[in-house]
């Protein structure tokens, strides 16, 4: 893979808009899904040392299953717009951990939601060609209406008149969160998916207990590997 901590920023914007040609949004809406993950990043300020964790759940149940966890390191810095050439690599370590690959991955980030269509969980589906959608706890693109306060309201969010995402309202009176797919799935088929993960708080299940999890292994409570919590029947 490419060496993303030697890239200049219009040399990312070029390889950006080069991945954008392998999007794909192709799986039937009908395949049904029986694991979801959730994907995060945790690191102390100031360190070039990452870590992740990628959770896995039932789906539509959303009881923990199984985890994988992982460091690597990233000279590439923050800047909005390209999370995933700083965070990508490391996910991409936990990702090769787990023995059987999730029907869905969850993404704290955004997906097509994003000027050229590549935010982190496009860019982790294109890697991976594995179907991804972007649940984000900021607004960083598109424009919206707010949803009512409601919990499962949303509210569409558009580039002009090209519909990329929702705002979803996940928790009555609660900021939303903004989902978009990454990779492989609709636009309703994300939501509704989403929709589903919904538990007791504002972040859906799968990115909560991703941040849950990689924070612990960040303070050592945890190890690097892949853990098996229960068993999944024909999965794991």
């Not at 859906?204 to 292994?217: G, M, Q, S, Y």
Request: with cysteine; aromatic share 10%; net charge positive.
């Amino acid at each position: 893979m490419i060496d993303y901590n030697q890239l200049t920023v219009p040399e990312v914007i070029a390889l950006q808009k080069e991945m954008r040609k392998d999007l794909r949004f192709e799986i039937p809406d009908q395949q049904p899904i029986h694991t979801i993950a959730g994907a995060d990043i945790s690191y102390n300020k100031d360190s070039n040392l990452f870590y992740a964790a990628i959770v896995v759940l039932s789906y539509p149940q959303m009881t923990l299953k199984a985890y994988s966890l992982a460091t690597g390191i990233s000279d590439f810095p923050y800047i909005p717009g390209f999370l995933g050439f700083r965070e990508v690599p490391t996910l991409l370590e936990a990702w090769e951990l787990l023995p059987v690959k999730p029907d869905v991955v969850v993404l704290d980030g955004q997906g097509i939601l994003h000027p050229r269509r590549m935010g982190i969980a496009s860019h982790f589906g294109v890697l991976t060609h594995q179907a991804t959608i972007g649940c984000a706890k900021n607004s960083l693109y598109g424009k919206y209406k707010e949803p009512n306060g409601l919990k499962y309201s949303f509210s569409e969010m558009h580039e002009q008149s090209t519909l990329l995402g929702y705002a979803l309202r996940t928790k009555e009176n609660s900021k939303p969160v903004y989902i978009s797919p990454g990779y492989g799935l609709s636009l309703p088929k994300s939501l509704l998916i989403m929709k589903k993960c919904v538990g007791k708080y504002r972040i859906p299940e799968p990115t909560r207990l991703a941040h849950e999890v990689v924070n612990e292994f960040r303070i050592g409570k945890l190890k690097a590997g892949f853990k098996l919590v229960e068993q999944i029947p024909e999965l794991f």
